[in-house]
């Protein structure tokens, strides 16, 4: 599916973004860090805070990755 003219992801969407289960991007939703948002009865996203949520994510883990490496 096409997100470029979506300004909020719903759980189902960051689902298909991410590859993953609709039960487990709840699990995400359910993080206190995660930027979401809740319309009328509906867990949602901002697009733009999803994909920056997804890229501090990503470098906090490889900079995990990187330390756990050097203590070798």
Same mark, same amino acid.
């Given at each position: 599916? &096409? !997100? %470029?003219?979506?300004?909020?992801?719903?759980? @189902?969407?960051?689902?298909?973004?991410? &590859?993953? @289960?609709? %039960?487990?991007? !709840? #699990?995400?939703?359910?993080?206190?860090?995660?930027? *979401?948002?809740?319309?009328?009865?509906?867990?949602?996203?901002?697009?733009?805070?999803?994909?920056?949520?997804?890229?501090? &994510? @990503? *470098? %906090?883990? *490889?900079? %995990? #990755?990187? *330390?756990?490496?050097? @203590?070798?």
């Amino acid at each position: 599916m &096409n !997100y %470029e003219k979506k300004i909020v992801l719903y759980v @189902s969407n960051v689902a298909d973004i991410l &590859n993953i @289960s609709k %039960e487990y991007a !709840y #699990t995400l939703f359910a993080r206190p860090d995660f930027p *979401k948002m809740i319309i009328g009865n509906r867990f949602c996203v901002r697009k733009d805070r999803f994909f920056s949520w997804v890229d501090q &994510n @990503s *470098k %906090e883990d *490889k900079h %995990e #990755t990187q *330390k756990q490496d050097q @203590s070798k």
